[in-house]
């Protein structure tokens, strides 16, 4: 059974750059594609891009400046960076596994907040 | 972006009633239209694949229909554990899109 698990920090202060990693269990990352997706407290849910296992990725068009994931086969892990953060980027961000059509292996999800 | 739009945005209903939400999508999107359900607190599952695919596991209660603008998920005969709030989304274009939700609850 495919697992994963987000790790990273809960709290990051205005204007600093979040970085969170997911890793993969029971599965391998050589494989399929590495999606974050995130959800505001409260509200649905947003794409922010995925990564293929050959390292091409894909960004969601309104945050792409802000964006930059990667993914390392050897320790099946993949990785979120997002800069500059703000308050309107506080949210349960989830790592999952998808194909090109469907997400179907998500994280429990981890709450960051953005505070100073 | 394409925009996803769910109706209703909740509903009450009772067990074993017959549930359906629409899904309509800004343009066509084919069949690239998937379902999840999301219970608080939880992560979204996987339901529906492409319209209409049941999602290994999932029980055969729950059923996808629809293609270019318009799609249809149905529970036909709502459980307990159905009580939950149901997302569609859109992977016919980059980037991917989802509604903003349908909340089943209790009548």
């Known amino acids: 059974q495919v697992q994963l698990q987000e790790s990273g920090p809960g709290l990051v202060k205005p204007s600093e750059t979040l970085s969170l990693t997911c890793t993969v269990t029971?599965?391998?990352?050589?494989?399929?594609?590495w999606t974050w997706i995130r959800q505001p407290p409260g509200k649905g849910l947003e794409s922010i891009g995925y990564i293929h296992y050959t390292g091409s990725a894909n960004y969601n068009p309104s945050l792409k400046s802000r964006v930059t994931m990667s993914v390392d086969t050897s320790k099946n892990q993949f990785s979120l960076k997002l800069r500059s953060m703000t308050a309107a980027d506080t949210a349960v961000y989830y790592c999952?596994?998808?194909?090109?059509?469907?997400?179907?292996?998500w994280g429990q999800g981890t709450l960051v907040t953005v505070s100073s | 972006d394409i925009q996803m739009t769910q109706s209703p945005s909740s509903l009450s209903a009772s067990v074993g009633d017959r549930v359906t939400i629409t899904c309509r999508a800004s343009q066509s999107i084919r069949s690239f239209l998937n379902w999840y359900q999301q219970k608080p607190g939880k992560a979204p599952k996987l339901l529906i694949y492409?319209?209409?695919s049941l999602q290994s596991g999932v029980p055969s209660r729950f059923s996808g229909s629809g293609s270019g603008t318009d799609f249809i998920l149905t529970i036909s005969s709502l459980q307990p554990e159905d009580f939950a709030t149901y997302y569609c989304q859109q992977s016919y274009s980059h980037p991917a899109t989802f509604g903003q939700g349908t909340k089943v609850e209790i009548k």
């Open positions: 999952a596994r998808g194909t090109e059509q469907y997400v179907d292996y």
């Open positions: 492409v319209a209409s």
């Open positions: 029971g599965g391998s990352t050589s494989s399929y594609y």
